[in-house]
C-alpha cells in the first residue's frame, strides 16, 4: 500500500518516539534493578557476618563445658566420698545445662536476628518494586497518549484529503480516494506493528524487573499493593493503637484519617471526601469500625463497640467486602494494629495464636503480632509459645509441654532467671502489653 508523505511522517514519529520512550525506561528499570541485587547481596555479607559470629560464640561455649568436664573428671580421681561424687555430678550436670541454655540463646539471637533482616529487605525490595510499577506504569500511560495522539493526527489527516477531493477537483483521483479509504478503514500498518512490538518490549524488561527473586521465607502478613503514586508521603512504620490513641487521628486539623477494621489500622487520608470531616462517613474515622459497617450503622452503641461476634451472615459479608474494599481495591497503607487491652484468664489467652497473637511472660501479657509473628505466629519457630505464658519455657529454653503448661518459675537457677530476665527485656522494649494473666473465676 502506498502513503501519503503525511502519513509517513505521523507513522515515523510515532515510531521514534514510542522507542525512545522505552529506551528511557529500560535504563531506569534496570537501574532499579541493581538496587535490588545491591540490597541482597548487602543482606548476604550482613547474614554471612552473623553466622560466623554465632559459629564463634558456639565454640567458645563448647571449649569452655569442656574444659569444666575435663576438671571434673581429674577430680572424680581423688573422690573418696558419696557426697563429693554428689556434688561432682551436680557441677557437671550443671555445666551440661548451662551448655544447652547458651546454645539456645545464640540460636534464637540467629534467628530473630534472620526473621528480622529478611523482613527489612522484603521491605526495602517491594519499595523498589513499588516505584519501578510506578514508572512503569507512568511510562505505558505516556505510550497510551502518544498512540491516541497519533490516532488523532491520522483521523485529522483522512478529514484533510476528503477536503482535498472537494475543493481541489479531485473526483477523479483514485489514488486520494484509496487512501483516504485506508486511513480510515486500516489504520495500523505494519510500521504501526513495529512500534507496538517496542511497547511489548518494555513490557517484557518491566515484568522481569518488577519481579525479582527474594530469600525463601515464611512473608509476613500483609494486604496486597498496587503502584504507588507519584508523590504520596511515605507511609509510617507500623505500631500499636490503643482505642484512645486511635481516636486522635480523625482528620481533624489536618491530622491523618485512620480507620481501623478488625484489629487491623488503615490510613484512609487520600479519601477525606469520603471519610473527612463533615463528610458521609466521618463517624467511622479514628475508630475500631468492624461492627458500625457490617451493621452500616451510625449508632453510638455500635461505633462504640469492637465486639463482632454477634454478627450474622449477611453483616460478617458485609464485613467481608469492606475488608477487600480497604485492602485490595483501594489498597490503602496500613499502618498498625489496634492494641485491645484486657486481663485474660489462660484458657482465654490460649485463642490467641493467629491474629492477634498474645505471649504471657511473667503473668504480663504482650501482643507479639507487630515484629514478632515470624516468630510465633502459625509458622514461626517459636510458635508454640503463642497464646501461653511462656516463662518457664523460655527460661529454660525448653518445648517440653511440662514447662508449657506450669509457668511457673520454682527451682530455677540463677543462669535460667537471668536467661528469663534477658527474655523479659526483650519484650518489654519490643512489644506493647495487653494485660495481665488472672486466675479463672
Not at 21 to 50: N, P, S, W
Not at 268 to 274: L, P
Not at 324 to 342: A, C, E, H, M, W
Request: overall charge negative; charged content about 30%; hydrophobic content about 40%.
Amino acid at each position: 500500500m502506498r502513503h501519503t508523505p503525511g502519513l509517513r511522517n505521523l507513522i515515523d514519529d510515532f515510531t521514534e518516539k514510542v522507542k525512545a520512550a522505552t529506551e528511557d525506561i529500560k535504563v531506569v528499570l534496570l537501574e532499579k534493578h541493581g538496587a535490588i541485587q545491591r540490597e541482597c547481596e548487602a543482606f548476604k555479607v550482613q547474614y554471612d557476618k552473623e553466622k560466623a559470629a554465632t559459629q564463634k560464640a558456639s565454640i567458645a561455649q563448647c571449649e569452655q563445658y569442656r574444659r569444666v568436664v575435663k576438671r571434673v573428671f581429674k577430680q572424680s580421681a581423688a573422690l573418696t566420698t558419696e557426697a563429693d561424687v554428689t556434688r561432682a555430678t551436680a557441677e557437671a550436670q550443671a555445666a551440661c545445662h548451662e551448655l544447652n541454655t547458651e546454645l539456645m540463646g545464640i540460636e534464637s539471637t540467629l534467628v530473630e536476628f534472620a526473621h528480622e533482616a529478611i523482613s527489612t529487605l522484603d521491605v526495602r525490595i517491594e519499595a523498589v518494586g513499588n516505584e519501578s510499577r510506578g514508572i512503569a506504569t507512568e511510562h505505558f500511560r505516556n505510550v497510551e497518549q502518544l498512540e491516541n495522539n497519533f490516532f488523532d493526527a491520522v483521523t485529522q489527516l483522512a478529514a484533510n484529503l476528503l477536503e482535498r477531493l472537494a475543493t481541489e477537483d479531485g473526483e477523479d483521483d483514485d489514488f486520494l480516494s484509496d487512501e483516504c479509504r485506508a486511513i480510515l478503514n486500516d489504520r495500523l500498518s505494519n510500521d504501526v506493528v513495529v512500534a507496538a512490538v517496542a511497547v511489548a518490549a518494555a513490557y517484557v524488561v518491566y515484568s522481569y524487573l518488577s519481579t525479582p527473586a527474594t530469600p525463601t521465607h515464611a512473608p509476613v502478613s500483609k494486604a496486597p499493593s498496587k503502584e504507588k503514586p507519584t508523590g504520596e508521603p511515605e507511609v509510617p512504620q507500623q505500631r500499636y493503637f490503643t482505642l484512645d490513641e486511635l481516636r486522635e487521628f480523625n482528620g481533624e486539623g489536618d491530622k491523618p484519617i485512620y480507620i481501623a477494621i478488625k484489629g487491623v489500622v488503615y490510613d484512609v487520608s487520600r479519601r477525606r471526601d469520603f471519610y473527612g470531616p463533615g463528610e458521609g462517613y466521618h463517624l467511622f474515622a479514628g475508630r475500631e469500625a468492624a461492627r458500625a459497617l457490617a451493621k452500616m450503622s451510625f449508632e453510638p452503641a455500635d461505633l462504640d463497640n469492637t465486639d463482632i461476634s454477634d454478627l450474622n451472615f449477611m453483616e460478617k459479608e458485609i464485613l467481608k467486602d469492606w475488608v477487600d474494599k480497604f485492602t485490595d481495591y483501594n489498597s490503602y497503607p496500613i499502618v498498625g494494629r489496634v492494641l485491645q487491652q484486657k486481663d485474660l484468664t489462660l484458657d482465654e489467652l490460649s485463642a490467641y495464636t493467629v491474629l492477634p497473637v498474645y505471649v504471657a511472660l511473667r503473668g504480663v501479657i504482650y501482643d507479639v503480632t507487630l515484629g514478632g509473628l515470624e516468630h510465633y505466629g502459625p509458622n514461626g519457630g517459636y510458635k508454640m509459645f503463642a497464646g501461653r505464658d511462656a516463662t518457664r519455657a523460655l527460661a529454660l529454653m525448653s518445648f517440653d509441654q511440662e514447662n508449657l503448661d506450669h509457668p511457673t518459675e520454682e527451682g530455677l537457677t540463677e543462669t535460667q532467671i537471668k536467661t528469663l530476665a534477658d527474655w523479659e527485656a526483650k519484650f518489654q522494649s519490643k512489644y506493647r502489653v495487653v494485660g495481665k494473666v488472672v486466675a479463672s473465676s
